[in-house]
């Protein structure tokens, strides 16, 4: 059985870090590019951060310089590594998994940036 299993949101105060993680099963994630996206409740869900399976990372501008992605191949799992968070950071974080027609989704963990 495939899955996607995030972890390590939560509440965090402004300026506060968090790290994500995203635990795969079913399918090996080496040959996968492996995304970070999040989504508010009203708007579409917006991407975070990219690794490829070679490990290049790509990142939009809104988070460029505080969140950094990594992936361990021998642990199958993904990594978000948050730095100064901003209250709008708040979402629900989703990891997402990508290999030609092989496409997954985990069920997404609740980051929340407040004092």
């Known amino acids: 059985q495939v899955q996607l299993v995030e972890s390590g949101g939560g509440l965090v105060q402004p300026g506060g870090s968090l790290r994500l993680s995203c635990a795969a099963s079913?399918?090996?994630?080496?040959?996968?590019?492996m995304r970070w996206y999040r989504q508010v409740p009203g708007k579409e869900r917006e991407l975070v951060a990219a690794i490829t399976n070679a490990g290049g990372t790509n990142y939009p501008d809104p988070v460029k310089g505080r969140f950094t992605i990594s992936r361990d191949n021998a642990k199958n799992t993904v990594y978000l590594q948050m730095n100064s968070l901003k209250s709008e950071d708040t979402a629900v974080y989703y990891c997402?998994?990508?290999?030609?027609?092989?496409?997954?989704w985990g069920q997404g963990t609740q980051v929340t940036v407040s004092s």
């Open positions: 079913g399918f090996t994630i080496s040959l996968y590019a």
């Open positions: 997402n998994a990508r290999w030609y027609v092989y496409y997954y």
